[in-house]
């Protein structure tokens, strides 16, 4: 992308760290309705998700199906302390 790339990418980097901050606060939430264990950091599961997100989105734009990917989602998705919606 080069220099002139780089407002997008400082915008791109301002939305995911907005879009982390919400996840982090809703998890909190969670955590604060005893939907989560008490011992279950909201910032570092929030960052676990945002990795495993992109990683399908990555998977995704390179042409993976949606079959294939839910074969790491859904397995993903019951290891998680609570359903996140």
């Known amino acids: 992308m080069g220099p002139r790339g780089l407002p997008a990418r400082r915008a791109l980097a301002r939305l995911d760290t907005s879009r982390a901050h919400a996840l982090v606060d809703r998890l ?6 005893g939907q989560l264990p ?4 909201p910032a570092d599961l929030a960052r676990l998700l945002v990795v495993i ?4 989105a990555v998977q995704a734009a390179s042409g993976t199906s949606q079959a294939e990917l839910r074969v790491v989602a859904e397995p993903m998705m ?3 302390p609570v359903r996140v919606t």
């Open 53 to 56: 997100i992109k990683g399908l």
């Open 38 to 41: 008490p011992d279950c950091d």
């Open 78 to 80: 019951s290891y998680l």
């Open 28 to 33: 909190q939430h969670l955590r604060d309705l």
